[in-house]
């Protein structure tokens, strides 16, 4: 009997279907003030790592803008826990770290004034699991994921690595739509592509900080197909070989963010706005690896904050006239 390949979009939405239960962890005896303190100390510290996340959560009313900060704070605790340079601590010693941080990030026997005490950040993302009933599932996958960059280097093909975009981006993208709200399962394979999208751009971006890390993500097969080494890579060089490898990989990243924007209208209308500005000022960036001739070695390309306002008009006007697609199985955008 012929097998059937099953594609990474398949293979993904089967990991992103879980069951989802909200846990109301804490009950009536939490101190707001200790609550309050926790959610600023999460927005200071997005403001302070990702100015690009901190304007677009700021486009949510106050309780999801809130509840993204406190999804931030956990996703950048956890990379910072694998990120540590490797002459502080071993590869097991990183590891068990990052265990334990998933115990107590996950677990639901602490109470708030435990956290209050302790942990300011995982006083603000437990009480947002619990407030938006995001799944468990979805945050041990993207510890899952993280963790990954202690085991792995290499990624043989796309399909292993949209894998890996999946379990560190993707899972943001769909605890995000437990935040702002969503129409139903009809949403998720929007939000697994445009997580990959965003993943691949980071991935694309970073190629040159990556290496000295000791990493590189990018398909090893398709490397070998356009014939650039890794011996090139060390060197930073950006030969025509490599121009097509990345023109190749930035027109696949374009496909992705074409065929996740139509999942747009299908978030709850608050959230809108915020994740189409994500979105776009985030693609903006392959544009600058283009007008830099495909060197991402020698700096690392952003967009300015001026450049990224002057975007927020077009991209609200787009939201709110439904201007991004048909959604598949949905209303029409």
């Not at 963790?147 to 792995?152: P, R, S, Y």
């Not at 995000?176 to 990959?196: D, E, N």
């Not at 199985?329 to 955008?333: K, V």
């Given at each position: 009997?012929?097998?059937?390949?099953?594609?990474?979009?398949?293979?993904?939405?089967?990991?992103?279907?879980?069951?989802?239960?909200?846990?109301?962890?804490?009950?009536?005896?939490?101190?707001?003030?200790?609550?309050?303190?926790?959610?600023?100390?999460?927005?200071?510290?997005?403001?302070?790592h990702?100015?690009?996340?901190?304007?677009?959560?700021?486009?949510?009313p106050?309780?999801?803008?809130?509840?993204?900060?406190?999804?931030?704070?956990?996703?950048?605790?956890?990379?910072?826990i694998?990120?540590?340079?490797?002459?502080?601590?071993?590869?097991?010693?990183?590891?068990?770290?990052?265990?334990?941080?998933?115990?107590?990030?996950?677990?639901?026997?602490?109470?708030?004034?435990?956290?209050?005490?302790?942990?300011?950040?995982?006083?603000?993302?437990?009480?947002?699991?619990?407030r938006?009933?995001?799944?468990?599932?979805?945050?041990?996958?993207?510890?899952?994921?993280?963790?990954?960059?202690?085991?792995?280097s290499?990624?043989?093909?796309?399909?292993d690595?949209?894998?890996y975009?999946?379990?560190?981006?993707?899972?943001?993208?769909?605890?995000?739509?437990?935040?702002?709200?969503?129409?139903?399962?009809?949403?998720?394979?929007?939000?697994?592509?445009?997580?990959?999208?965003?993943?691949l751009?980071?991935?694309?971006?970073?190629?040159?900080?990556?290496?000295?890390?000791?990493?590189?993500?990018?398909?090893?097969?398709?490397?070998?197909?356009?014939g650039?080494?890794?011996?090139?890579?060390?060197?930073?060089?950006?030969?025509?070989?490599?121009?097509?490898?990345?023109?190749?990989?930035?027109?696949?990243?374009?496909?992705?963010?074409?065929?996740?924007?139509?999942?747009?209208?299908?978030?709850?209308?608050?959230?809108?706005?915020?994740?189409?500005?994500?979105?776009?000022?985030?693609?903006?960036?392959?544009?600058?690896?283009?007008?830099?001739d495909?060197?991402?070695?020698?700096?690392?390309?952003?967009?300015?904050?001026?450049?990224?306002?002057?975007?927020?008009?077009?991209?609200?006007?787009?939201?709110?006239?439904?201007?991004?697609?048909?959604?598949e199985?949905?209303?029409?955008?």
């Open positions: 009997m012929a097998t059937v390949s099953i594609s990474w979009e398949e293979k993904l939405f089967k990991r992103a279907t879980v069951t989802s239960a909200p846990a109301l962890i804490f009950g009536h005896d939490v101190d707001r003030r200790a609550l309050d303190a926790a959610y600023q100390h999460c927005a200071a510290l997005t403001h302070t990702s100015r690009t996340f901190h304007m677009s959560s700021g486009l949510l106050g309780e999801m803008r809130a509840a993204a900060r406190a999804l931030y704070a956990f996703c950048r605790i956890t990379d910072d694998v990120d540590q340079p490797a002459t502080d601590s071993s590869t097991e010693a990183r590891l068990a770290d990052l265990q334990s941080w998933r115990r107590r990030s996950l677990e639901s026997s602490y109470t708030s004034a435990d956290l209050a005490a302790s942990d300011l950040a995982t006083l603000a993302w437990t009480d947002t699991r619990a938006f009933g995001i799944p468990k599932a979805y945050a041990e996958q993207l510890i899952e994921g993280v963790g990954q960059d202690l085991t792995h290499r990624y043989a093909s796309f399909d690595l949209a894998h975009c999946y379990l560190v981006a993707s899972t943001v993208g769909l605890m995000t739509m437990h935040i702002v709200g969503y129409a139903g399962p009809q949403a998720i394979p929007y939000a697994i592509k445009l997580g990959v999208a965003l993943q751009t980071n991935i694309l971006r970073d190629v040159g900080e990556d290496w000295a890390k000791g990493r590189l993500y990018l398909p090893q097969d398709e490397l070998d197909a356009y650039v080494r890794e011996d090139e890579i060390a060197a930073g060089m950006v030969t025509p070989r490599w121009q097509a490898f990345m023109r190749f990989q930035i027109e696949r990243a374009r496909r992705l963010y074409a065929e996740a924007m139509p999942g747009i209208p299908l978030l709850g209308r608050d959230g809108q706005f915020a994740i189409a500005a994500s979105a776009v000022l985030y693609q903006d960036i392959l544009t600058k690896i283009e007008e830099n495909y060197d991402v070695f020698t700096r690392r390309v952003r967009t300015s904050g001026l450049e990224k306002l002057g975007r927020l008009w077009g991209i609200w006007w787009r939201t709110v006239t439904n201007g991004w697609g048909r959604a199985g949905g209303r029409e955008a």
